[in-house]
Each structure stands twice: as structure tokens, then as C-alpha cells.
């Protein structure tokens, strides 16, 4: 049994054994009910591992950057928060070089009924497709990490260099336009 405290941020139903699991939707029965755009219940330097999937692409900028300095406080010098959030540069990419592939992904994955059925009209609703707010690229999170005290580090699908943050997405390059980082806690 790992000593390490491990924080799953915006669980929803999807738990993870052993973490602190936490969501603001008491219908998912998180282990801590929390805004996670506000400020966190946890004591500062408390935890080792933190991990989001889907969730800052829903705050603002600003919002984000409040986000990331929250966890930067949480997490003991060296932890590591992992970020899943969709990827603009692969959306854009998807729209110019794969249209039939992009429309075929949202029929597939998504389920949500198209007016037009085009790749202009993914690439519109995927932009505001549940809740997102802003959509990053990955230089643009990894500056803002950088002002928050993190060294984000992107990683690929299900890898890290941190073993126990194997394995833990949901979305893969078959069903979703995500980018993986592990944003490690620097000294500041």
C-alpha cells in the first residue's frame, strides 16, 4: 500500500482506487464534494498526485491559471498533476487533413445529431461541445503551466513517467482529439 496521497479531480462516476476522489455532482458520490473553480478543501503540500481529465478546457483562462495555482499549492515540491484536455492544433489538423475522419470520430463518439453532417460544423461544436470554454494548443498550456509553477510535459496516451499515472485516460486518439500532460510541481 502506497503512502502517496493521489487526488482525482472532477471524477464524476469514474473513480480511481485509492485516490481522493472529487467532484461537485453529489449524484457521482465523490469522496469530497468541491467547485473545483474555486478554492480546494485540501491542506496545502498535502497531496503527491493529482490527476483531471475534461475539465480546465471548461474554465476560462484566467480560470484555468486560478485552477493550476490551487493544484501547484496542493501538491507537496515534485508531485505531479496529470492533464487530459482536447488538443486545438489535432482538431485543426483533423478538420483540414481528415474531414470524413473527423465527422466519422463525432458520429462514432460523440452521438450528438449534425444539421449539416460537414467538417465545419464538428469543428464549431466541438469548440463548445460540453462546456468547453477554451481550447488549448499545446504551447499555449504549457506557458500557462509555466506560470503557475509547473514543467508540463507531454506525454502520450495511457504513458508517464510516473508509474501509479499509467493507465488512468478515459479518451484515446481513437475516440478523441485529447493531449496528455504531466505537469510536474516546481519550487517557486
Given at each position: 500500500?502506497?503512502?502517496?496521497?493521489?487526488?482525482?479531480?472532477?471524477?464524476?462516476?469514474?473513480?480511481?482506487?485509492?485516490?481522493?476522489?472529487?467532484?461537485?455532482?453529489?449524484?457521482?458520490?465523490?469522496?469530497?464534494?468541491?467547485?473545483?473553480?474555486?478554492?480546494?478543501?485540501?491542506?496545502?503540500?498535502?497531496?503527491?498526485?493529482?490527476?483531471?481529465?475534461?475539465?480546465?478546457?471548461?474554465?476560462?483562462?484566467?480560470?484555468?491559471?486560478?485552477?493550476?495555482?490551487?493544484?501547484?499549492?496542493?501538491?507537496?515540491?515534485?508531485g505531479v498533476l496529470r492533464v487530459l484536455?482536447?488538443?486545438?492544433?489535432?482538431?485543426?489538423?483533423?478538420?483540414?487533413?481528415?474531414?470524413?475522419?473527423?465527422?466519422?470520430?463525432?458520429?462514432?463518439?460523440?452521438?450528438?445529431?449534425?444539421?449539416?453532417?460537414?467538417?465545419?460544423?464538428?469543428?464549431?461544436?466541438?469548440?463548445?461541445?460540453?462546456?468547453?470554454?477554451?481550447?488549448?494548443?499545446?504551447?499555449?498550456?504549457?506557458?500557462?503551466?509555466?506560470?503557475?509553477?509547473?514543467?508540463?510535459?507531454?506525454?502520450?496516451?495511457?504513458?508517464?513517467?510516473?508509474?501509479?499515472?499509467?493507465?488512468?485516460?478515459?479518451?484515446?486518439?481513437?475516440?478523441?482529439?485529447?493531449?496528455?500532460?504531466?505537469?510536474?510541481?516546481?519550487?517557486?
Amino acid at each position: 500500500m502506497s503512502d502517496k496521497v493521489s487526488i482525482n479531480l472532477g471524477s464524476g462516476h469514474w473513480k480511481l482506487e485509492g485516490w481522493v476522489n472529487v467532484d461537485l455532482d453529489l449524484d457521482s458520490e465523490p469522496q469530497v464534494c468541491a467547485d473545483l473553480s474555486g478554492g480546494l478543501p485540501f491542506a496545502d503540500g498535502s497531496a503527491d498526485l493529482m490527476h483531471t481529465e475534461d475539465f480546465i478546457d471548461q474554465l476560462t483562462i484566467e480560470g484555468a491559471r486560478q485552477f493550476l495555482c490551487e493544484c501547484h499549492r496542493i501538491l507537496r515540491p515534485g508531485g505531479v498533476l496529470r492533464v487530459l484536455t482536447p488538443d486545438l492544433a489535432e482538431l485543426a489538423r483533423r478538420y483540414i487533413e481528415d474531414a470524413e475522419g473527423l465527422v466519422a470520430l463525432w458520429k462514432t463518439y460523440v452521438g450528438v445529431g449534425l444539421e449539416t453532417g460537414s467538417a465545419g460544423e464538428v469543428f464549431n461544436l466541438g469548440m463548445r461541445f460540453a462546456g468547453h470554454t477554451f481550447i488549448y494548443d499545446g504551447e499555449t498550456f504549457t506557458r500557462l503551466c509555466q506560470q503557475c509553477g509547473f514543467d508540463a510535459r507531454r506525454q502520450s496516451f495511457n504513458q508517464s513517467d510516473i508509474s501509479e499515472l499509467r493507465g488512468l485516460d478515459l479518451r484515446g486518439p481513437e475516440n478523441s482529439v485529447s493531449m496528455y500532460f504531466d505537469c510536474y510541481r516546481l519550487e517557486t
